[in-house]
């Protein structure tokens, strides 16, 4: 047996989006594909888009890291459920900073899931976990009402 030293870090076993193998050895999800992240999965979102997903079911994690600044990704799908799992967008000392575009599919009367609707990132005793760049936010005082314009 050996000794590992961890230094304060925390390391975490993750399966890649863009292996055939983290999809049984066949082929990564395609238009209209489901896909399940079952619990004890790991999920690393390494791709920069995806074909149009129908529904994703999170009972793992789902994981976007951040990129360089100047990266552009995109995940589309028509639902995201996070049941008893964990979505994660970056980290609080990893926050994303390049552009990330989560869009959800769908027409007004598309089948919903119950209590939550279609076209949602829907959470059941799971977590979203999102951190972004921080935001330098400027206000000021007003010793009176402003005037229009």
């Known amino acids: 047996m050996g000794d590992c030293a961890l230094h304060g870090n925390t390391f975490l076993y ?24 079952p619990e004890g999965l790991n999920l690393l979102y ?14 793992g994690s789902l994981i976007f890291p951040p990129r360089p600044v ?45 209590l939550f609707g279609n076209k949602v990132i829907a959470v059941y005793k799971g977590t979203l976990d999102i951190h972004g760049a921080p935001v330098n936010v400027a206000w000021t005082d007003l010793n009176h009402t402003a005037e229009i314009g």
């Open 70 to 114: 100047d990266t552009s990704v995109t995940f589309d799908a028509h639902y995201i459920m996070v049941n008893r799992g964990h979505l994660e967008i970056g980290t609080e000392e990893f926050p994303i900073t390049n552009d990330l575009t989560i869009t959800l599919w769908g027409e007004k009367y598309d089948p919903t899931i119950p």
């Open 46 to 59: 390494d791709v920069d888009s995806t074909e149009i997903l129908n529904a994703v079911i999170v009972e």
């Open 14 to 37: 993750v399966n890649h989006w863009s292996e055939k193998d983290t999809w049984g050895g066949e082929f990564v999800p395609t238009a209209g594909d489901s896909v399940w992240v």
